[in-house]
């Protein structure tokens, strides 16, 4: 199934979020007790999806646990991109890296305070940054499209393709439509407006060999593809006695990613989530217990068509005012 049609728990509270059904929050694995994914007939305390991914964050402990990791992939021993076009691409860079550190351990107050068996703190971070370039074929306008010869690859001599003066059409008795054509597909510059001339700076000029009549993927993009992605993970367990336990926590997590198109063009996504949590298991007889978990979480989701982007100065063109759109701001 996708995963937009899985429910999501963490520590028993809904981690969904509300604009794609995915998950809010992937706590990092130095985070995580255990985990469960749950299909066909389960308890009625979970229900509205066919599957069922229950996440358990880990707690504090009696004596203090701590590391640091560093996960690094690149390119350099990754196989050559497969060639989809004439020219043979350059291997792209790639690099992967992930770190971060888990930190566990009572919360003691030396000669003050003795948090051994009653009190417990958990700390996770992790940070994620990749950058990559991927080849992706486009089909962009030849020079000699450019300044008004469309005659290439339309296939003018078998009568496909051909174009005709907007003015001067005519309707005629039987309903047909009579209309001048350009000759041999070639508009004279004297006719080109000077103001569409201006969405040529958008497209970029073939960078890949044709021959004949096929224009097909003569332009190979190579654009870089930045992910930026921190998350952090804190939690805090209380024994109050032997009838009754407390947890707290409190996560968020936040995510960039940049995908340039073609020149001046691209998308972000901007994504950054918080969850707060407090949770109180007690005992009131041998066979009665009572769980009662409290949460809230906050999702922030920003996706943009981006326009006069460049990796170097984002915005750096004024697409609206170089076009001169009226009524646009």
Do not use: C
Not at 109 to 129: S, W
Request: proline share 9%; charged share 15%.
């Amino acid at each position: 199934q996708r995963p937009s049609a899985a429910n999501y728990t963490l520590d028993g509270f809904p981690n969904n979020d509300v604009n794609l059904n995915l998950y809010i929050l992937q706590p990092s694995l130095d985070a995580i007790k255990e985990m469960k994914v749950q299909s066909g007939i389960y308890p009625a305390e979970f229900g509205r999806e066919a599957g069922q991914v229950n996440v358990s964050t880990i707690s504090g402990s009696n004596r203090y646990h701590g590391s640091l990791f560093e996960f690094l992939r690149n390119n350099k021993v990754d196989a050559v991109t497969y060639q989809f076009t004439p020219i043979a691409p350059a291997n792209p860079p790639f690099k992967w890296n992930q770190y971060g550190f888990p930190l566990r351990g009572p919360l003691s107050i030396p000669k003050v305070f003795d948090a051994k068996n009653k009190l417990f703190f958990m700390a996770n971070f992790e940070g994620f940054r990749q950058r990559s370039l991927t080849n992706t074929p486009y089909t962009v306008a030849t020079p000699a499209m450019r300044a008004g010869d469309l005659s290439p690859g339309l296939a003018v001599a078998k009568g496909a393709g051909l174009l005709y003066y907007p003015f001067g059409r005519t309707q005629n008795a039987d309903g047909t439509i009579t209309a001048v054509p350009v000759p041999g597909n070639i508009i004279p510059p004297s006719q080109i407006h000077p103001d569409s001339t201006i969405m040529l700076d958008y497209e970029p000029l073939p960078n890949q060999p044709f021959t004949g009549t096929n224009l097909l993927n003569d332009y190979l993009a190579t654009p870089a593809t930045p992910v930026d992605k921190d998350q952090f993970t804190s939690r805090m367990d209380f024994n109050e006695n032997a009838k009754s336990t407390w947890f707290a926590r409190f996560s968020w997590t936040g995510e960039t990613t940049i995908t340039p198109l073609e020149l001046h063009q691209g998308q972000t996504l901007q994504s950054h989530g918080n969850q707060y949590q407090l949770a109180n298991t007690r005992t009131f007889s041998p066979t009665k217990v009572n769980e009662a978990r409290f949460g809230i979480s906050t999702f922030h989701n920003l996706s943009l068509t981006l326009m006069g982007y460049s990796p170097d100065e984002p915005w750096a063109v004024d697409v609206v005012k170089q076009l001169k759109l009226p009524g646009i701001f």
